[in-house]
């Protein structure tokens, strides 16, 4: 009898946590991210913007690789995703060089989706940018996808590393279907600072 006790607590304790393993899947999806089969930790969010790097990389003021995804709560349909898009160009314009610009059409099943990619740079640095614009469970998210190479005269270098990543670095981010939500995204630890 204790044996057959002991059983059915076994099988309570096993269905609880097979009934836990969505919801902890669903809360362990946006604090990892896995792009082009390299994986990006959860290292830093507020005011809907997530920052993610590699699990090596996780001194945020030195990084080379970085996936930020900022959710867009006012950007709800295809006109002010446009906007959104225009807005982002706009922006990168002024502190860079555009690269390259792509509107995807709206089929049947997705939204319209904008790319821009763009080199950015400060003292020390440059930065390439990759982001996509994309409505997500009807709110607006900008994935932008960067790379940075650090130290002086570096242009041909960022050069070199853009003929032979660039074109891959949009295909992938445009391709990417394990985006996490908005909901997943907002669930993510906020920073004080």
């Known amino acids: 009898m204790r044996n057959l006790a002991w059983k059915a607590r076994y099988l309570r304790a096993l269905a609880f946590a ?25 290292r830093w969010s507020k005011d809907g913007q997530n920052e993610f790097t590699p699990p090596a990389e996780t001194d945020l003021s030195r990084w080379n690789d970085m996936i930020t995804i900022n959710v867009i709560d006012k950007v709800s349909d295809v006109d002010k995703l446009a906007t959104l898009a225009n807005r982002i160009q706009r922006a990168y314009q002024a502190v860079g060089k555009i690269l390259r610009t792509n509107s995807v059409p709206a089929t049947q099943t997705r ?12 003292q020390g640095l440059l930065e390439a940018v990759f982001a996509r614009v994309v409505l997500v469970d009807s709110t607006g998210l900008i994935i932008v996808r960067s790379h940075r190479i650090y130290g002086q005269n570096i242009g041909p270098e960022m050069a070199d590393w853009l003929r032979k ?16 939500s908005p909901v997943e995204l907002r669930k993510l630890p906020q920073s004080a600072q």
């Open 18 to 42: 097979f009934a836990l393993m969505p919801t902890l899947a669903q809360a362990m999806a946006a604090n990892e991210l896995i792009l082009d089969g390299v994986n990006y930790l959860h």
């Open 111 to 122: 939204p319209a989706e904008y790319f821009i990619s763009a080199v950015m740079g400060s």
């Open 165 to 180: 990543n660039g074109p891959r670095s949009e295909q992938v981010l445009m391709d990417w279907n394990a985006i996490p």
